[in-house]
């Protein structure tokens, strides 16, 4: 399924759009599983464990899905990361867990694939609950590499059950994101071999990610680590997406991919209820992919195969824009984005964060002042330094 060594799903990305399914986890919530489908009192609510207890329930979601027409089907395994399994008590279960999810959704992908049309597994990766740029002592409190680890086990898992794509979705901390993406990178090393990484923020409705990463900002960053495809998913609707969908078009040749929720969800009795209806979602997605040039939409929390029927009709009746993309060279911090090439010239670096060439700077980091060093970095920003060059090295 490889034409020269790029991978059947990429080749499918450049030919046409590509609609995925729809929610794994609210759909498997409205079909009220039993205490022995989670596999016991104690393990009561483990939606990721139902792969295990309750295929069967897993494979009547992936089957709505795929009796519509989607062409990618996501695994349940969103949170099966082995910090995540670790809060039930089966972290040793994570590398079967996920292989497993990717399995069964390979074979249902296999029996429905077709010559003109290939079905596609999306082996799911979401947060794992830490937010490793946060200083909060408690969700900030875990060692990069630990993530690394943990993001490893799950992908090796997802790879070695026949997962077509590792999609590192709904991320609210770019930290995490990049520990993700060393993960998959280390399993592919395991598995011997490799897939594409599609990475995805989850957005506010300011357009900014949980910690305040700015699309800039996440642009710059995924293209640095060479994620394969770029996009947003769950948060809001697509109403709210609108922006951020056409900057990333407009600013990357990445394929870009753009999977919401049915709208942002209501309250209603204690129940979470969303509440925008099938056209005009896929009216609004099938927008992005005509005026903006998505090049994979699809649903998330709250999307039925009602809304993933209406949105491959809707995709199918238009042409995917192909517009002018603006590669300026950026570099960015965890918050924005920098062009490298000012209008007016030059772009300034503020050199003084250096403790090879500053003896105050170097003073102040032996003695873990900080608070110093942020004080000299702010008073570069403030004479006018776009970008700093940080040196923390000591002799």
Request: aromatic share 6%.
């Given at each position: 399924?490889e034409?020269n060594?790029?991978p059947?799903l990429?080749?499918?990305?450049a030919?046409?759009?590509?609609v995925?399914d729809g ?14 489908d ?5 393990l ?6 139902l ?5 069967h329930?897993?494979e009547?979601?992936?089957?709505s ?6 062409d990618?089907?996501?695994t349940c ?5 082995a910090?995540?399994?670790?809060e039930?008590g089966?972290r040793?279960?994570t590398?079967d867990?996920?292989r497993a ?10 029996e ?9 597994v999306?082996?799911s990766?979401?947060?794992s609950?830490?937010l ?11 060692a990069f590499?630990?993530l690394v680890d943990s993001?490893c086990?799950?992908a ?12 590192i979705e709904?991320?609210q ?8 993406v060393f993960?998959?990178?280390a399993?592919?090393e395991?598995?011997?071999?490799a897939?594409?990484i599609?990475t995805s923020?989850?957005l506010?409705?300011?357009g900014?990610?949980?910690l305040g990463?700015?699309?800039?900002a996440?642009?710059?960053i ?5 994620a394969?495809i ?10 709210y997406?609108s ?10 040749t990445?394929?870009i ?6 709208g942002?969800?209501?309250?209603v ?5 969303y509440?925008?209806?099938?056209g005009?979602?896929a ?6 992919v ?6 994979i ?5 709250g999307t ?5 029927a209406a ?9 995917r824009?192909?517009l002018?993309?603006?590669t ?11 062009a ?9 670096i503020?050199e003084?964060?250096?403790?090879q ?7 102040m ?7 110093g060093?942020l ?6 920003v ?13 002799t």
């Amino acid at each position: 399924m490889e034409d020269n060594g790029r991978p059947a799903l990429l080749q499918a990305v450049a030919r046409r759009t590509l609609v995925f399914d729809g929610a794994i986890g609210t759909t498997l919530q409205a079909a009220n599983p039993t205490v022995e489908d989670f596999g016991g009192a104690k393990l009561e609510g483990w939606i990721d464990g139902l792969v295990l207890h309750a295929p069967h329930l897993i494979e009547r979601v992936h089957r709505s899905f795929l009796d519509v027409g989607c062409d990618g089907v996501t695994t349940c395994s969103f949170q099966a990361s082995a910090l995540r399994l670790a809060e039930w008590g089966q972290r040793e279960q994570t590398f079967d867990l996920n292989r497993a999810a990717a399995a069964l959704a390979r074979r249902l992908c296999d029996e429905y694939a077709t010559p003109d049309q290939p079905r596609f597994v999306v082996g799911s990766m979401g947060p794992s609950g830490f937010l490793p740029a946060s200083s909060d002592p408690t969700l900030g409190g875990i060692a990069f590499s630990e993530l690394v680890d943990s993001f490893c086990v799950q992908a090796h898992g997802l790879v070695e059950g026949g997962a077509d794509l590792l999609a590192i979705e709904t991320g609210q901390d770019i930290l995490e994101i990049k520990a993700a993406v060393f993960g998959a990178r280390a399993a592919f090393e395991r598995a011997g071999h490799a897939v594409p990484i599609l990475t995805s923020v989850s957005l506010d409705q300011t357009g900014r990610m949980l910690l305040g990463t700015d699309i800039g900002a996440v642009l710059t960053i995924l293209e640095g680590l060479e994620a394969d495809i770029i996009g947003i998913n769950c948060s809001t609707g697509p109403d709210y997406m609108s922006e951020p969908v056409r900057y990333l078009c407009s600013n990357t040749t990445r394929p870009i991919s753009c999977i919401p929720n049915a709208g942002l969800p209501v309250n209603v009795g204690g129940v979470a209820c969303y509440q925008l209806e099938p056209g005009p979602m896929a009216a609004d997605l099938a927008r992005f992919v005509q005026d903006y040039g998505a090049s994979i939409v699809g649903g998330c929390c709250g999307t039925t195969p009602e809304h993933i029927a209406a949105l491959i009709a809707a995709v199918s009746q238009v042409e995917r824009a192909r517009l002018a993309v603006d590669t300026t060279p950026r570099v960015a911090s965890s918050m924005r984005a920098i062009a490298l090439q000012q209008e007016p010239p030059p772009l300034l670096i503020g050199e003084r964060v250096n403790a090879q060439g500053s003896r105050a700077v170097k003073r102040m980091l032996l003695a873990d002042d900080y608070d110093g060093i942020l004080t000299v970095a702010r008073t570069q920003v403030e004479g006018g330094a776009h970008t700093l060059d940080v040196c923390v090295a000591l002799t």
